[in-house]
């Protein structure tokens, strides 16, 4: 067989540390083999024993409102962190155009930290209209070369209680947005605006992705509600929740029971972790919690579980740039989970956890499989994860979309 391109002496995300390197095969943009010692290409890329990877998958970013830190107050005060409030108060200088532009840059660098897959979140509200999912929709075509990309309509600033917000939800998902979110916590009527999504998600047959429980309290769980409604509606593998902080200040056995309950509904979690930790604990001036829930104990209970980026370089975190895997190493650090096992799990949420999450079936290293293929600088996951290997090269269908050197020591 002709390839386009091989991959040679490359290791898999699942080898055995004693297993030989493999190549890899691409043609037509799809994996076609995987063997040593494969024939020929128009491309070859020698792995020199390296990791490669299907590429990582962003299931949690807000495009439309990244790098806007210097158009914010920066105000002094810790608690309340006015997040919402200092991005709500620049909104109308949002335009389409410029939307393009700062998320341009900012896909660009996930692009270039090797995400080939990633769902971003686009709020609507009078203030903005629909500047903020036009100015992200316009970006699917303009970078398809590099990744795939998919439009989650939410409403950051309330629904119920926000006149106009629900006919411009409809609007975005009549013209592009294939997601609907919430956001919860910032609505007068918290219960009413998760139903809500549930009936729009209904009508146009679309995954749901909430933002939901914030909170240094879990004595109200809008999680439950949700789970409830998930097998009411059989929207079971379809329904993701994101940051859930409240899950962390449970004791394990009553956080047992709201895992397993989720895991039966078929209710996935998504951590932020930099804006989790960012905004939470604020309530305290000393021995401030984490407010990062322990993904590892949520997938031991069969609940599907990704680690995302959120917000970047914006009031709720600013920071960033774009790099997974440093997201899902932060985690690691911040929940104390350090075993090989433990790692190995939190590598897959930025993987093949993360894509069964967003329902991508054709995902993974496998003949057949799109050739969105990632090398990292280090011999397996678990080291890459470890030390936050720097992405190498990078592959969409098989075409080459990103090219980082090696580091090199000029000893004396």
């Not at 995300?13 to 043609?27: E, F, L, N, S, Y």
């Not at 079971?236 to 056995?253: D, E, I, N, Q, S």
């Not at 895997?325 to 930025?350: C, F, P, S, Y």
Request: with cysteine; aromatic share 4%.
């Amino acid at each position: 067989m002709d390839f386009e391109t091989v991959l040679r002496n490359v290791r898999l995300a699942d080898a055995r540390p004693d297993q030989p390197t493999t190549d890899i095969g691409v043609k037509d943009g799809r994996i076609a083999a995987i063997a040593r010692g494969l024939g020929a290409a128009k491309e070859e890329v020698q792995g020199h024993g390296r990791l490669v990877c299907s590429g990582f998958v962003e299931t949690h970013i807000h495009l439309d409102k990244s790098c806007i830190l210097g158009r914010c107050e920066h105000t002094t005060k810790r608690n309340p962190h006015l997040a919402m409030e200092r991005v709500s108060a620049v909104k109308h200088t949002f335009t389409v155009e410029d939307v393009i532009e700062r998320a341009s840059g900012t896909i660009e660098k996930c692009i270039s930290h090797g995400a080939t897959r990633m769902r971003t979140h686009a709020e609507v509200d009078p203030k903005i209209g629909l500047r903020g999912v036009e100015g992200v929709k316009a970006l699917i075509d303009k970078y398809r070369w590099a990744i795939d990309l998919e439009v989650c309509v939410m409403p950051q600033e309330g629904l119920t209680n926000n006149p106009g917000t629900d006919e411009l939800m409809v609007a975005a998902l009549k013209n592009g947005a294939t997601v609907v979110g919430a956001a919860p916590n910032y609505d007068s009527d918290w219960a009413a605006q998760i139903r809500r999504v549930f009936e729009m998600a209904r009508e146009f047959d679309v995954d749901i992705d909430m933002h939901l429980d914030s909170g240094a309290s879990a004595e109200e769980l809008h999680t439950l509600l949700v789970c409830d409604l998930t097998e009411k509606y059989k929207w079971g593998g379809r329904v993701a929740v994101g940051h859930v902080g409240k899950l962390a200040t449970m004791p394990f056995k009553d956080l047992d029971k709201v895992a397993r309950r989720m895991a039966d509904a078929g209710v996935a979690a998504t951590v932020l972790t930099a804006t989790d930790l960012y905004l939470g604990g604020r309530h305290t001036d000393h021995n401030v919690p984490r407010n990062v829930v322990d993904l590892n104990y949520l997938t031991e209970r069969g609940v599907t579980c990704s680690v995302a980026s959120n917000n970047i370089l914006n009031p709720f975190t600013p920071f960033g740039d774009g790099q997974l895997l440093r997201q899902v190493n932060m985690h690691a650090i911040v929940t104390q989970r350090g075993n090989d096992d433990e790692v190995k799990a939190l590598w897959d949420m930025t993987t093949s956890s993360a894509a069964r999450l967003m329902r991508k079936d054709d995902y993974g290293v496998a003949v057949g499989n799109p050739a969105d293929l990632v090398m990292l600088d280090a011999p397996d996951s678990i080291t890459a994860l470890r030390t936050v290997a720097p992405v190498l090269a990078a592959f969409k269908r098989g075409r080459r979309t990103v090219t980082r050197e090696p580091v090199r020591l000029h000893k004396p």
